[in-house]
C-alpha cells in the first residue's frame, strides 16, 4: 500500500515526521533511483527506497518503542550533538539505539526530568504537533518571591515574541526569603517558556524539573534510568492529544 514518504520513514523509525519532511526536501531520499519530493508516496514492499543512498529495508520494519526517560542535567535532548556532550541516546543501551529511537519534543540542558523517546513517528507527531494539547507539569523554584499579580499574570498568559500564552495552571508549593517554589502546568511547548515567562515576570529561574507529561508521571524513576510505557499509559497520551489535526492511522500500540 502506498503512503507519504515522511510516514513511511517515521514508522521505520528513521525521523519522526517533521525530521523526514526535512530530509526530503534536502534531497537525501530517493525512489526507485529518483530524488523524492514533498507529499510523494510510495510502497516499500515493491519501491526501492534510500536515505543517504541507504535502501530501506521492507522487511526489516523495527519494533515500535516507547519509553519515559528521566533526563540529568546536563544531557541534550537530541540523538547526536556537535559539542560532544550526552544525548538522550547514550542513555539507552546499544540495541535501542539502533533502531531510531528519538526525542518526543525537547527539554533543555539545564532542565531535567520526564522526557518521551519512541521510534514511532506518528506517535510523535501526535504529542508534538502544536494543535495538540498534551498538558505538561513542572516543578519550578524561583529567585525571589512572585506577587500575586504575577501568578495571576502567568496564569492568565502573557505575551512571548508578540503571541499570548495560552493559560497556565500555576500552584504554589513553597516560599521562602529568596526563593518560590512553584508546580506549574502548560498546554503549549514554545521555546524555553518556563524560563521566558518567569524572566518576563522579573524572576530567575533557578531549577526546573518536569514531573509528568499529560497523565504519565515521572515518579521515582532515578536520574539517567528508563522504563518503557505500558499500553495504557500509550492509550492515555493518544487520548489526551487533540484529534481534530490526528493523522488518519494513528500510531499503533504494543500488546
Known amino acids: 500500500m502506498a503512503e507519504r514518504l515522511q510516514k513511511i520513514l517515521s514508522q521505520y523509525?528513521?525521523?519522526?515526521?517533521?525530521q523526514a519532511e526535512q530530509m526530503i526536501e534536502a534531497?537525501?531520499?530517493q525512489v526507485n533511483g529518483a530524488v523524492a519530493h514533498l507529499g510523494q508516496r510510495a510502497d516499500p514492499s515493491c519501491d526501492r527506497i534510500e536515505v543517504n543512498h541507504q535502501p530501506l529495508q521492507a522487511h526489516h520494519r523495527p519494533?515500535?518503542?516507547y519509553l519515559l526517560l528521566h533526563?540529568?542535567?546536563?544531557?541534550v535532548s537530541t540523538c547526536a550533538d556537535p559539542r560532544d556532550r550526552p544525548t538522550v541516546l547514550s542513555a539507552l543501551p546499544p540495541e535501542l539505539q539502533a533502531?531510531?529511537?528519538?526525542?518526543?519534543?525537547r527539554l533543555d540542558a539545564y532542565t531535567t526530568g520526564a522526557l518521551l523517546l519512541t521510534n514511532d513517528g506518528d506517535f510523535t507527531f501526535r504529542l508534538t504537533h502544536p494543535r495538540h494539547d498534551v498538558s505538561k507539569t513542572y516543578r519550578v523554584r524561583l529567585?525571589?518571591?512572585p506577587s500575586p499579580e504575577a501568578i495571576a499574570a502567568w496564569r492568565q498568559g502573557i505575551y512571548l515574541d508578540?503571541?499570548?500564552?495560552?493559560?497556565?495552571?500555576?500552584?504554589?508549593?513553597?516560599s521562602g526569603l529568596n526563593q518560590t517554589q512553584l508546580e506549574v502546568i502548560l498546554q503549549e511547548g514554545r521555546n524555553r517558556q518556563i524560563r521566558r515567562m518567569a524572566q518576563a515576570l522579573g524572576h530567575r529561574v533557578l531549577d526546573l524539573h518536569r514531573t509528568a507529561v499529560g497523565s504519565v508521571l515521572l515518579g521515582n524513576l532515578g536520574v539517567g534510568a528508563y522504563r518503557a510505557l505500558s499500553s495504557a499509559e500509550i492509550e492515555a497520551l493518544l487520548a489526551e492529544s487533540s484529534v481534530q489535526s490526528?493523522?488518519?492511522?494513528?500510531?499503533?500500540?504494543?500488546?
Not at 523509525?13 to 517533521?18: H, M, Y
Not at 533526563?71 to 544531557?75: N, Y
Not at 508578540?162 to 513553597?174: C, D, E, F, K, N
Open 99 to 105: 533502531v531510531g529511537i528519538h526525542p518526543v519534543g
Open 246 to 255: 490526528a493523522p488518519q492511522q494513528t500510531a499503533s500500540v504494543p500488546r
Open 27 to 29: 534531497g537525501q531520499v
Open 143 to 145: 529567585e525571589g518571591q
Open 13 to 18: 523509525g528513521v525521523a519522526s515526521r517533521r
Open 63 to 65: 519494533a515500535q518503542h
Open 162 to 174: 508578540g503571541q499570548l500564552t495560552r493559560p497556565a495552571q500555576v500552584r504554589m508549593i513553597s
Open 71 to 75: 533526563k540529568p542535567l546536563g544531557m
